[in-house]
């Protein structure tokens, strides 16, 4: 699956199509540990409206720097294409993408 660009998430739902999708979130700075590695990924999600979707997750972490892009071309099934990204990131990682606290950070 391919993406676009980064957009910082307070701006990701004016940049990004109100169609159906994958939305990548990542750290702007930092790296989170899981099992098996760091990444600086925190969230997949799919969507009919990637746009709207990327609103409420700001909406929910106002002052989040993150950073949020979403996939690029035809996505007929946003939610299967978001459970193989998690599937994948959880087998490479030893767990899916969160939300980090301070102690998660690496």
């Given amino acids: 699956m391919k993406f676009g660009p980064w957009y910082p998430l307070s701006e990701a739902a004016d940049r990004l199509p109100a169609a159906p999708g994958v939305l990548q979130v990542r750290l702007r700075e930092g790296l989170v540990r899981y099992p098996r590695g760091k990444s600086a990924m925190i969230h997949y999600a799919g969507a009919a409206d990637v746009a709207a979707l990327a609103a409420?997750?700001?909406a929910r972490h106002?002052?989040?720097p993150w950073l949020g892009r979403?996939?690029?071309g035809p996505c007929p099934d946003p939610a299967a294409a978001a459970a193989g990204l998690l599937a994948d990131f959880d087998e490479r990682f030893?767990?899916?993408p969160k939300v980090p606290g301070p102690e998660d950070m690496a």
């Fill in 62 to 64: 106002p002052e989040a």
């Fill in 94 to 96: 030893g767990s899916c």
């Fill in 70 to 72: 979403a996939s690029v």
């Fill in 56 to 58: 409420a997750l700001a």
